[in-house]
């Protein structure tokens, strides 16, 4: 019985420091608030702080499309640290999964990290459910490292709270981005299907540019309404960029382009403009119905091109569907959304006329 309850008593004294440096592990962090920091990527000041758009302001807008806009996409938290850890914690509203995209890239977090004056991939933030925690990046030197932290693409963040060791720093970065590029889309745009946050093609774009690409993709709802024109003109921008085509019929184009863009050229009269032509869906390889849609959509948005050149539109551009998915259809995930090697081939065929078009030049990749 004695050696019993000796050999017990060795027991607790030798887990102690296990269980003690577990506690000290466990509060050797501080978390500070995504909002004391620098959010990146947003249209215009306003509003709930991790919505793309005001909502209240621009309370006119349909439904759905309010709450598309309250999805985080291509917002990131900017902000410097010598923490050779970087943890997080965070909450969204949604707890479904959505069968085309990842769980990272619907709701998690995703950490890039400056070398060399190049952003590179350094982690990501899995979620576990509404509220989620994990390490995002360890075992890294105390050096300062300037980061930008992704937020979910399909998810509304309600809170989100940045962890660094306790003898370290966090401050809020300065905007590495520049000028204000506005991309209007469909889910495409909003990111179905990349991998991760930072792959959406308006991030990869931000990142390889220097130059702020604005996010305003709307899963199934770019469809050129009144009302969202009019608040898509009042963002000061320094270009705006249509890539909506996949989501309005062939009628709602016909009915809805012309005005839309007139609606921006009332406000910026000598902003460029960019309308880009619907990718040729991998759906329609074999649906013949889906093929002859997208065929419709392209030659609707085509003519209606043509008649606002006629009408001596200036600034006005024009991207045709060039095989942008490639040919070997391979490049989505579930026949209509890019998969990332799909953005790959689109930023291909996009960058040389943005670069042509905005003076803007882009990282090789």
């Known amino acids: 019985m004695k050696n019993l309850t ?30 004391e920091l620098l959010l990146v990527g947003k249209a215009m000041p306003g509003g709930e702080y991790f919505h793309r758009v005001d909502t209240a302001k621009y309370n006119q807008m349909p439904p759905v499309v309010k709450r598309l806009f309250t999805n985080s996409a291509g917002l990131a938290i900017c902000f410097t640290t010598n923490s050779p850890v970087i ?60 980061c930008l932290l992704y937020l979910p693409l399909y998810d509304e963040l309600k809170n989100l709270e940045i962890g660094t060791t306790s003898d370290s720093y966090i401050r809020a970065g300065q905007n590495p981005f520049k000028n204000k590029i506005v991309i209007y889309g469909s889910s495409i745009l909003q990111g179905a299907s990349a991998s991760r946050p930072g792959m959406a093609y308006s991030s990869r774009l931000s990142r390889s540019s220097g130059y702020n690409f604005i996010n305003l993709g709307l899963s199934g709802n770019g469809k050129m309404e009144k009302e ?39 406000k910026h009269p000598d902003t460029p403009i960019i309308v880009i032509q619907t990718l040729i869906r991998e759906k329609g390889n074999f649906d013949r119905k889906v093929k002859k849609w997208v065929k419709q959509q392209n030659e609707a948005i085509a003519k209606q ?61």
Not at 89 to 114: E, F
Not at 327 to 332: I, L, N, Q, Y
């Open 228 to 266: 969202v024109a009019d608040m898509v003109a009042d963002i000061d921008a320094d270009a705006f960029i249509l890539d909506c085509i996949p989501n309005p019929s062939p009628t709602e184009i016909t009915e809805r382009a012309a005005e839309f863009v007139m609606t921006l050229r009332s």
């Open 87 to 146: 943890k997080a914690k965070w909450t969204v509203t949604n707890s479904g999964r959505m069968g085309n995209m990842t769980g990272i890239a619907q709701k998690g977090l995703d950490l890039y990290i400056k070398r060399d004056g190049k952003w590179q991939f350094a982690g990501v933030g899995s979620p576990s459910g509404v509220s989620s925690e994990g390490t995002l990046v360890d075992n890294m030197g105390t050096e300062e490292k300037e």
């Open 6 to 35: 000796r050999n017990f008593c060795l027991y607790l004294f030798l887990l102690l420091p296990f269980s003690i440096f577990g506690q000290q592990q466990k509060s050797d962090f501080n978390y500070t608030s995504a909002k």
């Open 305 to 365: 091109i043509e008649i606002l050149r006629k009408n001596n539109v200036k600034n006005l551009y024009f991207i045709k569907e060039d095989h942008f998915l490639g040919t070997d259809h391979e490049g989505s995930t579930d026949g209509v959304h890019p998969n990332d090697l799909g953005f790959d081939r689109m930023l291909q065929k996009y960058k040389p006329h943005l670069s042509k078009i905005l003076k803007v030049k882009f990282d090789k990749e």
